[in-house]
């Protein structure tokens, strides 16, 4: 007895898959105000916004200390990229001591304006604006004024933190020592004060 064995071969069928692009919105962000902010930390409130950011200016050496000169966007407008001009980075010593030009002498009362100043110190960087050296505090102490005749006008006047010595004195030369609170001795420095002028000649440490 023969068995017929019949196969029945039925057809694939693959079912075609259709992919379909959806387009994606594109996210929104309320800019932060991030004007003065170091790039570190605009980068830092920008990415919790949930903006892009985009660097243009300087060239970007210190985020940590390099800071946020304008900004494109106004803080609460909704955007998507905040473009930011960095502002460059510099360099100068810790302390920066007194104005420059001294001794400065304007019109006014017959004066002397002294204070105690530190200048030097370590290496640091900065971040324009502030490339300019900036005027320090005076620094705490005690200064002498005497005359040309040897005269003692001012002994040992103490000044406190940011503190200057202001004394009415008539038309003459005058010799200025001081020593900061630290025990540095400064000076003696000698200036002329002429009448109907007011004299600014303060005392310098160079630190190390």
């Known amino acids: 007895m023969v068995t017929t064995l019949i196969v029945t071969v039925l057809p694939l069928t693959f079912a075609a898959t259709t992919t379909v692009a959806v387009a ?3 996210s929104t962000c309320h800019a932060p105000r991030l004007t003065g902010l170091t790039v570190t930390v605009a980068r ?4 919790v916004a949930g903006c892009d950011v985009r660097l243009v200016g300087a060239k970007l050496q210190m985020p940590q200390i390099q800071t946020v000169r304008t900004q494109n ?12 001009t960095v502002n460059p980075l510099c360099s100068g010593a810790a302390d920066n001591g007194p104005p420059a030009g001294e001794p ?3 019109s006014g009362p017959t004066e002397l304006i002294s204070g105690l ?8 960087f900065r971040s324009a604006p502030n490339c300019k050296d900036e ?14 005749a040897g005269t003692v006008i001012v002994y040992k006047m ?19 020592t001081g020593v900061l609170a630290v025990n540095n001795k400064v000076g003696p420095l000698t ?3 002429p009448a109907g002028k007011t004299v600014r000649q303060d005392l310098t440490f160079d630190a190390p």
């Open 24 to 26: 994606s919105t594109p």
């Open 44 to 47: 830092r409130h920008a990415q």
């Open 73 to 84: 966007v106004r803080p609460g407008h909704v955007t998507k990229v905040v473009t930011l």
């Open 104 to 106: 400065i002498v304007k």
């Open 117 to 124: 100043f530190l200048e030097g110190g370590p290496f640091l």
């Open 135 to 148: 005027v320090e505090e005076s620094s705490p102490g005690w200064i002498t004024v005497t005359n040309s």
């Open 158 to 176: 103490e000044l406190t933190e940011g503190q200057f010595l202001h004394v009415k004195v008539p038309a003459g030369k005058y010799t200025i």
């Open 191 to 193: 200036v002329d004060v």
